[in-house]
């Protein structure tokens, strides 16, 4: 499938938002290691959800999807079942390295595997800590998928860990924090940079303690790792988190509604910045300023934004975003931020080309490791719609001239990558088509749809 994109008319309307994907993989799986019946709402129904609720059911965990609620029998943390065959996790990472750290914590024998995509993606940063707890855990000679993990000897815990994350990860973070409720004791992970905190902010919910710390209990005995798949990045704003897990050793069940997916929102936010004359309203979206970081960036280069929480959900930020036509001006982007929108470098980049000035992003090589090599396949795709974009080791440099004149592109199989291309189209000299758009339905199925409902010129074509 293909997206036709033409200028548009200004963006003009309200809008609300797919269930935010984080939240979503989160909520699927802890809501299967609770006890008792959970409930999600706005649960984002997806290309990255279904193999990880297929996943579920091969583990003998019963759910019902009635539109994008999720219902889900929670089988504890011991309860789930071998799985007959490899689970399939798809396209996503996210999906592996939390159902990783969930099979670890209950306990069984299982293969995690998935695309040809996902077999690329460096799972060492798992495998590393996982197996300094006592996780039997087997990989690829490259320490890629599949992964197989070798059940616990009945009766046993795995070893309390105290671990520093060489690379500022939720995924990891997540994964070690699932595997740690099946810990004989407290364990303490160390981030170089505070990364997503969903994870935590679910476990508090559920009843379980995790604590930020100001310092480790005991610095020089937390493990540090590096390798060529994770070269140890210079920490800044370290983060330190406790979790003991429960002396029940049991999770109270979710009844959440999930707030809008702040990085789809990002898209939209961008396509009314460069569109002339728009103006749009997105409502109930996550604001966690762990999530946020391209809002102080779109705000620095001159972006016309109102952002208001209304609410706290469930621990976490919500509440509205106005977005207005801007002119924008280039920007300096270091690594403390780019954790805090690592997801965003596509439609900043877009943004950036809109801008005028010089946009440099440092301190993102993160970006080389995910669904495509985000820094290498963006600037390509970019310079193939006519924009100045040069690759550096961590990041890019973006020579903004305020226009973009327009293209055929590619996805490299990435769905923000897609949607960031095709938002470029929205006020391009000439067309923009994106090739190998399937993909976007991955995280945001309704982004034509919703991208129509606001005005824009942009069409499917097989
Ligand atoms: C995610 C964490 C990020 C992000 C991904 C979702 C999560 O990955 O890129 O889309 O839900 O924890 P890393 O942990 O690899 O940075």
């Known amino acids: 499938m293909k997206l036709v994109v033409t200028p548009s008319h200004p963006l003009v309307g309200q809008t609300s938002l797919p269930g935010d994907k984080s939240l979503s ?23 990255v959800t279904r193999p990880l609720l297929n996943a579920l059911t091969s583990l003998g ?8 609620t999720l219902m889900i029998s929670g089988a ?11 689970l399939d996790c798809g396209n996503s990472a996210t999906t592996m390295r939390l159902l990783a750290g969930a099979l670890a914590a209950g306990g ?27 996780v039997q855990i087997t990989a690829s000679p490259q320490d890629t998928a ?7 000897p009945a009766g046993q815990w795995y070893k309390a860990l105290e671990y520093t994350l060489p690379v500022a990860s939720a995924q990891v973070k997540s994964c070690l924090l699932l595997a740690a409720l099946a810990a004989d004791g407290p364990s303490i992970l160390g981030e170089p940079v505070a990364s997503r905190d969903h994870t935590e902010r679910m476990l508090r919910s559920m009843g379980v303690s ?44 979710l009844n959440l509604c999930l707030p809008g997916d702040i990085s789809s929102a990002a898209f939209l936010i961008v396509a009314a910045l460069i569109t002339p004359g728009s103006e749009i309203a997105l409502q109930e979206v996550l604001l966690n300023p762990t999530r946020s970081g391209l809002l102080d960036v779109l705000l620095e280069m001159g972006a016309d934004l109102s952002i208001r929480v209304t609410e706290e959900r469930h621990g976490e930020p919500v509440g509205n975003i106005l977005a207005r036509y801007s002119r924008l001006h280039g920007v300096e982007v270091d690594g403390c931020v780019a954790v805090r929108m690592i997801d965003e470098f596509p439609i900043l980049a877009v943004a950036a080309a809109y801008a005028t000035g010089k946009t440099v992003v440092r301190g ?10 985000r820094i290498a396949a963006l600037c390509q795709e970019l310079r193939a719609l006519g924009v100045e974009a040069l690759e550096t080791v961590d990041g890019f440099i973006i020579h903004g001239k305020g226009y973009v004149p327009g293209g055929e592109v590619q996805s490299h199989a990435d769905h923000r990558l897609a949607m960031a291309l095709a938002v470029a189209g929205l006020a391009s000299r000439q067309r923009v088509v994106v090739h190998q758009a399937q993909w976007i339905d991955e995280s945001f199925p309704a982004f034509v749809p919703t991208l129509q409902s606001l005005g824009a010129s942009v069409r499917q074509e097989a």
């Not at 909520?27 to 609770?34: G, K, N, S, T, V």
């Not at 504890?76 to 490899?86: E, K, M």
């Open 108 to 134: 069984i024998s299982a293969t995690l595997d998935g695309s040809p995509g996902l077999r690329r993606r460096p799972m060492r940063r798992i495998i590393t800590p996982l197996r300094a707890m006592g």
């Open 25 to 47: 993989h989160r909520a699927a799986i802890l809501a299967a290691l609770a006890e008792g019946e959970s409930r999600v709402e706005n649960f984002l129904v997806g290309g």
């Open 76 to 86: 504890g943390l011991r309860g789930f079942q071998t799985p007959a065959a490899a």
């Open 210 to 253: 995790v604590e930020t710390l100001a310092s480790p209990l005991s610095p020089e005995r937390l493990l540090k790792t590096g390798s060529p798949q994770d070269p140890i990045e210079p920490p800044k704003l370290q983060n330190y988190i406790r979790i003991t897990p429960p002396a029940s050793r049991r999770l109270q069940p």
């Open 364 to 373: 993102a090589g993160e970006l080389r490791y995910k669904e495509s090599d």
């Open 146 to 152: 599949p992964l197989h993990l070798t059940a616990r």
């Open 61 to 68: 965990v019963a759910w019902a999807l009635h539109r994008d």
